[in-house]
């Protein structure tokens, strides 16, 4: 799902110096590939009206010649010809290094493990649905596979600038949880609500979240969580106003500015936000309190 954390420092056995493996998608189970079909078309009813129009279009790239969990070389080889972005398996959550290369090389990692089906509704560690129906719609829309490779580059340079929490928060605020305005209502687009029924109407129907205006600066500095839907969601105007805040912004400065500020913790509103919906936070803390 991010990149902030990892257990191993090499490639496991069987894995390239890459980090990557063999999908082995014959090794899949029917159950496994019914795992999949059944998320997928829950998720498939629910996006319509919800989903941000680029996400919508995207899904496309993911109607493959078989049912069930997508194969990556046939996958691959679609969204190449669309945006040159590949899928490659890797065994697990990889070293930020190495999931920084491979972005900044078009190249998106997935888990090749599919959840079990107790876990239809949640699970923390991204799992194939989650990186594949999540991320990969959106990496067939031209503006955003551009936004990824600059952000692959980014944290190459946040590791260097010891910035690489503040940058992490903004993949956390954009490609997993970003809102847009369309102009004719909120929809979603980041991943980590995508590829969920329930923060798909959470985040767009509940009055509990702070939904707020993007800002970088502001982004940049939020903490987040990973165990509960999120507590404030950040909503950008449009992909092309994303890309210039981001890709055609240098950051070093802004890393040097808020470094020195202190962080914000979930849920806060400043005086300097644009509020586009404050949230009642009836729904927090959730599994952390539970
Ligand atoms: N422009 C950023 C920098 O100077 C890198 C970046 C690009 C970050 C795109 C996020 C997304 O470091
Ligand atoms: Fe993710």
């Given at each position: 799902?991010?990149?902030?954390?990892?257990?191993?420092?090499?490639?496991?056995?069987?894995?390239?110096?890459?980090?990557?493996?063999?999908?082995?998608?014959?090794?899949?189970?029917?159950?496994?590939?019914?795992?999949?079909?059944?998320?997928?078309?829950?998720?498939?009813?629910?996006?319509?009206?919800?989903?941000?129009?680029?996400?919508?279009?995207?899904?496309?790239?993911?109607?493959?010649?078989?049912?069930?969990?997508?194969?990556?070389?046939?996958?691959?080889?679609?969204?190449?010809?669309?945006?040159?972005?590949?899928?490659?398996?890797?065994?697990?959550?990889?070293?930020?290094?190495?999931?920084?290369?491979?972005?900044?090389?078009?190249?998106?990692?997935?888990?090749?493990?599919?959840?079990?089906?107790?876990?239809?509704?949640?699970?923390?560690?991204?799992?194939?649905?989650?990186?594949?129906?999540?991320?990969?719609?959106?990496?067939?829309?031209?503006?955003?596979?551009?936004?990824?490779?600059?952000?692959?580059?980014?944290?190459?340079?946040?590791?260097?600038?010891?910035?690489?929490?503040?940058?992490?928060?903004?993949?956390?605020?954009?490609?997993?949880?970003?809102?847009?305005?369309?102009?004719?209502?909120?929809?979603?687009?980041?991943?980590?609500?995508?590829?969920?029924?329930?923060?798909?109407?959470f985040?767009?129907?509940s009055d509990s979240p702070h939904?707020?205006?993007?800002?970088?600066?502001?982004?940049?500095?939020?903490?987040?969580?990973?165990?509960d839907f999120?507590q404030?969601?950040?909503?950008?105007?449009?992909?092309?106003?994303?890309?210039?805040?981001?890709?055609?912004?240098?950051?070093?400065?802004?890393?040097?500015?808020?470094?020195?500020?202190?962080?914000?913790?979930?849920a806060?509103?400043?005086?300097?936000?644009?509020?586009?919906?404050r949230g009642s936070q009836a729904h927090a803390g959730g599994?952390?309190e539970?």
């Amino acid at each position: 799902m991010t990149e902030e954390t990892h257990v191993l420092d090499s490639p496991p056995p069987g894995a390239a110096t890459d980090w990557t493996v063999a999908q082995d998608w014959s090794h899949y189970t029917a159950e496994e590939h019914a795992t999949w079909d059944t998320l997928f078309q829950r998720q498939r009813a629910l996006l319509p009206g919800r989903a941000a129009d680029a996400y919508l279009r995207g899904l496309e790239v993911l109607n493959l010649s078989k049912p069930g969990i997508p194969d990556f070389e046939e996958l691959s080889e679609r969204l190449m010809k669309l945006t040159g972005w590949q899928v490659v398996a890797v065994p697990g959550l990889v070293p930020d290094e190495v999931f920084f290369d491979h972005m900044a090389n078009r190249r998106f990692v997935a888990g090749n493990f599919i959840r079990r089906p107790d876990q239809l509704d949640y699970i923390q560690e991204p799992d194939v649905f989650h990186d594949v129906f999540g991320h990969v719609p959106m990496l067939a829309d031209p503006v955003f596979a551009d936004y990824l490779e600059a952000y692959g580059r980014g944290g190459q340079r946040a590791l260097e600038l010891g910035a690489l929490k503040q940058l992490g928060r903004l993949y956390w605020y954009t490609v997993e949880f970003g809102l847009i305005d369309e102009g004719d209502g909120l929809r979603i687009y980041g991943s980590g609500i995508v590829s969920s029924a329930a923060e798909t109407r959470f985040a767009l129907e509940s009055d509990s979240p702070h939904r707020i205006a993007f800002d970088l600066k502001r982004v940049m500095r939020t903490d987040y969580r990973i165990d509960d839907f999120q507590q404030n969601y950040f909503v950008i105007p449009g992909f092309d106003a994303l890309l210039r805040a981001t890709v055609e912004t240098d950051f070093a400065p802004l890393y040097g500015e808020i470094l020195a500020q202190p962080d914000v913790p979930v849920a806060t509103i400043l005086p300097e936000d644009e509020v586009i919906t404050r949230g009642s936070q009836a729904h927090a803390g959730g599994a952390a309190e539970a």
